[in-house]
């Protein structure tokens, strides 16, 4: 009952009410800046008394999560296993004496390599540098080290007006351009904020059980980017934007159709329905090499079904990039980085964005389809082992064949 009247005053004053959740603040003309600075969060999640035992083929996102944890009292020397598949960050604080081979630093370093030899583009002067990148995410820790210096822009549409930043948009912020961990170092970024939360999805969801997302904030950033790039100059274009986030609304269809009308590249989690593209993400143990291919097997959310039914992921038509035992930037700190040992779909889409980003610095007049065709024709197939049995695994990206194959 004290539900249902809630949910009536709510309803009644609805208007006002979702001003005080959500708001909307872009720059004005064409005067590009950074709006706001949404203060880091540190979760104070406290201190740990035990650990969950590893149970290998889980599924569980963040099963073993020391993140902002105190684990200063634990005896840890026989958690070894345990620990390579926990999530932690820079303000774990670690008891004295961990397990013989567990360095958590070292771990880091290997997770922050973007993978597949990425960084020796980077080194043969790759970086995306001169091309715009266009993030749509939740509330951005803007002064993060890895992104502060590529970001041109930063605006909110819809976007939460409580919390902070998030993890999430300083995740995928890193992987698509962040200058360790990042895909495209020196892509000019452009972010809108916006969350797929809102009041009339909260009350629908508590009279009738309806579980419903909102994307308006999506569609309208959208169409903001796509303002925005028409007064950027002509060898500065924005020609892709990273969306982890998918929808079958018309209207958020629509908007991703008239992005490519003006030769921008959504990369969203509905990419299979907008452009017949599959994606999947790959996952290794947290110690093996990033740049050996041989590293990589199926991620840990999709391992299983692979396996039971390798035929259904076709892999000849299915790109494949890293997502497991990854180290991002953190939203509790300007410097502050977090390894998450299981990545997902998010993790896939600035990636791919990325990617794109480097293909356009290559070959300016690239298109999705071709940046796409040709990832698949020079991507790689490996044969895994597992009980016993040998299956063919990909096709794997390869970032140094795929840029050499553009520039031909």
Excluded at 48 to 63: F, I, R
């Amino acid at each position: 009952m004290k539900d249902f009247i809630l949910i009536i005053g709510i309803i009644l004053i609805f208007p006002s009410c979702s001003s005080l959740f959500y708001k909307t603040n872009i720059s004005k003309g064409n005067d590009l800046t950074i709006v706001s600075k949404p203060d880091s969060i540190v979760y104070r999640f406290g201190k740990l008394d035990s650990l969950q035992t590893y149970k290998e083929g889980s599924t569980k996102n963040l099963e073993r999560d020391l993140r902002c944890r105190d684990i200063s009292d634990m005896d840890l020397k026989n958690n070894f296993i345990e620990l390579l598949h926990s999530d932690f960050d820079s303000k774990t604080n670690w008891p004295k004496s961990l397990p013989v081979g567990f360095n958590p630093d070292s771990i880091m370093e290997i997770g922050k390599n973007p993978g597949l030899s990425i960084h020796n583009l980077h080194q043969m002067g790759i970086t995306g540098k001169g091309v715009g990148i266009a993030i749509i995410d939740q509330n951005l820790l803007v002064d993060h080290y890895e992104y502060k210096d590529q970001l041109r822009m930063y605006e909110e549409i819809h976007a939460s007006k409580h919390g902070g930043a998030s993890m999430h948009g300083s995740a995928v912020t890193s992987i698509a351009v962040g200058k360790t961990v990042g895909v495209a170092p020196e892509a000019n970024l452009y972010y809108i904020s916006t969350t797929n939360a809102s009041l009339g999805a909260f009350i629908r969801y508590k009279l009738f059980n309806k579980r419903d997302v909102y994307t308006k904030g999506y569609t309208k950033s959208i169409y903001r980017i796509l303002e925005i790039n028409r007064t950027l100059p002509t060898d500065k274009k924005i020609r892709v934007v990273s969306i982890s986030f998918g929808s079958d609304n018309p209207d958020f269809l629509k908007a991703i159709e008239d992005a490519s009308k003006e030769n921008v590249f959504v990369v969203s989690i509905s990419l299979r329905k907008t452009q017949n593209l599959r994606f999947h993400g790959i996952g290794k143990e947290c110690m093996t090499n990033p740049d050996d291919i041989h590293s990589y097997f199926p991620g840990v959310l999709w391992s299983k079904s692979f396996y039971k039914n390798p035929k259904y992921y076709k892999i000849d038509s299915t790109l494949m990039v890293p997502v497991d035992s990854r180290c991002t930037a953190s939203q509790s700190g300007n410097n502050s980085y977090v390894f998450y040992s299981t990545g997902g779909t998010s993790w896939v889409i600035p990636y791919i964005a990325g990617l794109y980003t480097l293909a356009c610095q290559v070959k300016p007049s690239v298109t999705p389809q071709e940046f796409w065709n040709n990832a698949l024709e020079t991507g790689d197939i490996i044969e895994i082992e597992k009980n016993n049995k040998k299956y063919k695994f990909g096709k794997i990206v390869n970032p140094v064949e795929l840029m050499e194959n553009l520039k031909k």
